[in-house]
T-cell receptor, first 110, second 113 residues
C-alpha cells in the first residue's frame, strides 16, 4: 500500500534559522513526488514536482531533494511569511491516486 | 483567471440530509478529484476522474457519489450526511498526460449536526 509519512508534525524556527522537513514514502514505483504549501483557510498551493532520485528543485528560500525512499524540503534563512503547513504527496506508476502525508506545520518567529 | 471554483464555502447540514458540493474548473484539465481534510490526517482522496464519463474511487469513498458529465464540472454528492463527514472538502484538477501539478479550490467547510 502506498504511504507517505512527514516529520516533524510541527516545527518552530527563528527567522534566519535554516532547517529541513522530511517526507518518507513507500510506493510500488514512483511516478512523481509533489510538495505543496497550505495557508490557513486556503487550498494547497503547488511548490515542486520531483520525478527521480537525485533530482533537486529550488524556489526562493526553498529547495526540494529526492532519494529512493524520502524527500527533503530545505528552508534556508526562513522569514515569517514562510509560516504555513507543507504537504508532501506521491503518485505511483500507473495510478492517478495522489496520496498525501499529514503535513508539517512550520512557524517562523521574527 | 478563475482556476478551480468550489461552492458553497460553508455549509451546515442535519444528519440524514443530502447535498451536492460543486466544483468547476476552466483550465480544460482532464483530471479532477475530491479530497477531505481532517485535523492531523492530511488530505484523503475520496473520488477522482480522468475524463468526462470516467470516475473511480479513492481512499475514503463510502457515503459519497460523483459523476463527470462534462470536462469542467465534478460535483460531489453526500447521500445521507453523517457527523463523521464533518470536514473541509477540496476539489483539485490537473493534466493527466504529464501529471505535473494539481490546482486546488479554496475548499468547502462542511459541518453535520
Amino acid at each position: 500500500e502506498d504511504q507517505v509519512t512527514q516529520s516533524p508534525e510541527a516545527l518552530r524556527l527563528q527567522e534566519g534559522e535554516s532547517s529541513s522537513l522530511n517526507c518518507s514514502y513507500t510506493v510500488s514505483g514512483l511516478r512523481g513526488l509533489f510538495w505543496y504549501r497550505q495557508d490557513p483557510g486556503k487550498g494547497p498551493e503547488f511548490l515542486f514536482t520531483l520525478y527521480s532520485a537525485g533530482e533537486e528543485k529550488e524556489k526562493e528560500r526553498l529547495k526540494a531533494t529526492l532519494t529512493k525512499k524520502e524527500s527533503f524540503l530545505h528552508i534556508t534563512a526562513p522569514k515569517p511569511e514562510d509560516s504555513a503547513t507543507y504537504l508532501c504527496a506521491v503518485l505511483a506508476d500507473s495510478s492517478y491516486k495522489l496520496i498525501f502525508g499529514s503535513g508539517t506545520r512550520l512557524l517562523v518567529r521574527p | 483567471n478563475a482556476g478551480v471554483t468550489q461552492t458553497p464555502k460553508f455549509q451546515v447540514l442535519k444528519t440524514g440530509q443530502s447535498m451536492t458540493l460543486q466544483c468547476a474548473q476552466d483550465m480544460n484539465h482532464e483530471y479532477m478529484s475530491w479530497y477531505r481534510q481532517d485535523p492531523g490526517m492530511g488530505l484523503r482522496l475520496i473520488h477522482y476522474s480522468v475524463g468526462a464519463g470516467i470516475t473511480d474511487q479513492g481512499e475514503v469513498p463510502n457515503g459519497y457519489n460523483v459523476s463527470r458529465s462534462t470536462t469542467e464540472d465534478f460535483p460531489l454528492r453526500l447521500l445521507s450526511a453523517a457527523p463523521s463527514q464533518t470536514s473541509v472538502y477540496f476539489c483539485a484538477s490537473s493534466w493527466t498526460g504529464q501529471f505535473t501539478e494539481a490546482f486546488f479550490g479554496q475548499g468547502t467547510r462542511l459541518t453535520v449536526v
